[in-house]
């Protein structure tokens, strides 16, 4: 499984499935990450958390953790 955790800073996937419960998966889907849309990480901090990414044309920090909920597909050349 893939989570956007796992992508490389320039790449762009598209959301395949949000894992997690409750007030999470909540917050994850309000923030505009939900099934089929697309995310393009733009940095990562030096030690990983959190995760720059844009989604639905603007930018988002993640923490580690949540990023690690948000299963994504293949990278997309």
């Known amino acids: 499984m893939n989570t956007l955790r796992d992508?490389?800073?320039g790449d762009t996937v598209t959301v395949v499935k949000i894992h997690g419960e409750g007030a999470i998966k909540r917050r994850i889907m309000d923030m505009g990450i939900t099934k089929g849309t697309s995310v393009y990480?733009?940095?990562?901090?030096p030690l990983g958390d959190p995760v720059e990414i844009?989604?639905?044309g603007?930018?988002?920090s993640l923490r580690k953790a949540d990023a690690e909920m948000v299963e994504v597909t293949e990278v997309e050349k």
């Not at 990480?41 to 901090?45: E, G, I």
């Open 7 to 9: 992508v490389k800073i």
């Open 41 to 45: 990480v733009r940095k990562v901090a």
């Open 54 to 56: 844009t989604v639905r």
């Open 58 to 60: 603007y930018e988002l």
